[in-house]
């Protein structure tokens, strides 16, 4: 199941959540830069990006997408994607999971 939101949404919650931004980068030395094998394109989009706000949201937005792609090459997962604040998401759940709508906060 993949649960979506608005990217700019999610970034201000991910920003704002317990500081983990800030978490990262102490403890970590991550700053949402990538490098390594493969990584060229993040790397490239942090550097370049108009703000670090904007790479983010359009990290969120790829990973995203990435996750549906590999859903379509990978017919045999039964995926499910919902909206977060989709007011009927519950119902939604419910009518194709059989998952009872008290059981969704």
């Not at 030395?29 to 550097?47: A, K, N, T």
């Not at 990006?49 to 790829?62: G, L, N, P, T």
């Amino acid at each position: 199941m993949l649960v979506t939101r608005n990217a700019t949404k999610w970034f201000n919650s991910f920003e704002g959540w317990g500081g983990i931004l800030s978490k990262w980068r102490r403890k970590c030395g991550f700053d949402g830069s990538l490098e390594g094998e493969g990584m060229e394109y993040w790397s490239d989009s942090y550097h370049s990006s108009r703000s670090k706000r904007q790479y983010w949201i359009d990290f969120y937005e790829a990973h995203t997408q990435k996750i549906r792609e590999f859903a379509l090459q990978h017919l045999s997962l039964t995926y499910v994607e919902v909206e977060l604040e989709n007011d009927k998401m519950a119902e939604q759940l419910e009518r194709y999971t059989g998952v009872k709508q008290s059981c969704v906060q």
